[in-house]
C-alpha cells in the first residue's frame, strides 16, 4: 500500500505497538486482506475526531465501506469493549492502581440528535431532544460501562442499566458516587439489592447557578470533557444507540493509548537520562 501523508488523528508507531495487539488479525484461512487494520482503525479515529459523515472519509484511506464494515462488526462482536477494558487495566496498573476498581462515579449526559432516524426523547430538564448517556467511571475518569437511551428516560433507569451490565464485570467495586438526580431511598436500596455496593449522593452545598468543584463528581465531569473533543460526539448522529455507545468507546480508547506512549515514552526518557548519568560518573 502507498504511504500516505498522515493525518493529525493517526496514530504512531508507539501508540500501534500498544493498540496493534488488540485489534482482531485477519482469519488466516482467508483472502488477503486488502488494507492494514492500522489503516482501518485510523479511518475510524477520523470520524470520531473530525465528526464528519462516513461517506465524507478522505479518499486516501481505505474506502469508507470497509472502515465502516468493522466499525459495526467490532461494536457487535464486543470488541471495543475488550480493548477498552483491557487499555483501562493497563492504564491503572500504571498509574499504581489496582486493574479492577473498588470505588467509580454514576453519571449522565444529555445531548441533542440530528434528523437521522433512530430512539430519541425529550429531556425537560435539560430541555434537549435526543439522547442520554449514562456513564459509569472509575477515579480516573475511565469508561467501566456506558448505555445510551432516549433524553427522556430518567437518571435512574438509566443507571438501573449501566449498572446491570457493570456488576458482573466489575467484583472489586464496592463504592459509587453519584449527584442529587440519583436521589432516593428506593433507588439507593436498589443498588444495594442488586449490585452488593453502597451509593453516596454528592450534594451541591452552594447557590444555585454557582459553580464550585465539587468532590469526586468532578472527574466524571472532566470524562464527558474528555468526550466533548470529538466532534463526532458532539451531538447524537447515529441511528443505533449501540453504534453511539461504541464511539464513546473509541474515544476512550484513543484517549488510553496516547496516555500509555506517553508514559512509556516517559519511563524511556528517564532511563536513557540515568544511564547518561551513570556513564558520565564512571567516567569522572
Avoid at 462482536?77 to 493497563?90: F, Q, S
Avoid at 496498573?93 to 441533542?112: I, M
Wanted: charged fraction near 25%; hydrophobic fraction near 40%.
Amino acid at each position: 500500500m502507498e504511504t500516505r501523508q498522515a493525518y493529525p488523528t493517526d496514530l504512531t508507531d508507539a501508540e500501534w505497538r500498544i493498540l496493534g495487539p488488540l485489534v482482531p488479525a485477519p482469519a488466516p484461512n482467508g483472502r488477503p486482506a486488502d488494507y492494514e487494520r492500522r489503516e482501518i482503525v485510523n479511518g475510524i479515529l477520523y470520524i470520531t475526531r473530525a465528526g464528519c459523515a462516513w461517506r465524507l472519509l478522505p479518499h486516501d484511506f481505505p474506502p469508507w465501506p470497509l472502515v465502516y464494515h468493522y466499525f459495526r462488526q467490532w461494536s457487535r462482536d464486543g470488541t471495543w469493549e475488550r480493548i477498552n477494558t483491557a487499555l483501562r487495566e493497563k492504564v491503572r496498573r500504571a498509574e499504581g492502581h489496582h486493574r479492577q476498581p473498588s470505588a467509580a462515579l454514576l453519571d449522565s449526559q444529555s445531548v441533542k440528535m440530528t434528523d437521522q432516524a433512530g430512539t430519541r426523547g425529550y429531556d425537560g430538564g435539560k430541555h434537549v431532544t435526543g439522547r442520554k448517556r449514562h456513564l459509569l467511571v472509575d477515579t480516573l475518569g475511565l469508561l467501566l460501562m456506558v448505555v445510551v437511551t432516549a433524553a427522556n428516560t430518567s437518571d435512574q433507569a438509566g443507571a438501573k442499566q449501566v449498572l446491570e451490565r457493570a456488576t458482573p464485570q466489575q467484583p472489586r467495586l464496592k463504592h459509587l458516587w453519584a449527584d442529587a438526580g440519583y436521589k432516593g431511598a428506593a433507588f439507593l436500596a436498589w443498588v444495594a439489592r442488586h449490585c452488593g455496593w453502597t451509593l453516596e449522593i454528592v450534594q451541591h452545598l452552594v447557590p444555585t447557578h454557582t459553580f464550585e468543584v465539587q468532590p469526586w463528581r468532578w472527574i466524571v465531569e472532566r470524562t464527558f470533557g474528555w468526550l466533548n473533543r470529538y466532534r463526532r460526539l458532539s451531538k447524537d448522529y447515529e441511528q443505533l444507540p449501540a453504534s453511539s455507545e461504541a464511539l464513546i468507546r473509541v474515544a476512550m480508547i484513543n484517549l488510553m493509548v496516547q496516555r500509555l506512549a506517553h508514559q512509556r515514552a516517559e519511563k524511556h526518557q528517564q532511563q536513557r537520562t540515568a544511564k547518561q548519568l551513570a556513564l558520565q560518573q564512571a567516567r569522572e
